[in-house]
């Protein structure tokens, strides 16, 4: 048994099952737990990660790659039709 660091909830972990470095959630809170310690099983807040971001900034400036592209793609179109 593990003790939630958010609201103390007691939650069954098998440590065969798990290894340092691990994410799990709290099933009364929600909150993203890590496994930092092993025996005793120790749980601390998982820190967030800041990943998501970064992949939604990528995101629009390949978006607008694109945007770009297709305005080139136009202006050879209106070249042929003159």
Known sequence: MATCPECDAEIEVDEFDVDKGDQLSCPDCGSNLEVVGLSPIELDLAP???????????????????????????????????
Do not use: R, T
């Open 48 to 82: 967030e990660d800041d990943d998501d971001d970064d992949l939604e900034d990528d995101d629009e400036v390949e978006d607008g790659e694109d945007d770009d592209e297709e305005e080139d793609d136009d202006e050879e179109d209106e070249g042929w039709e003159e």
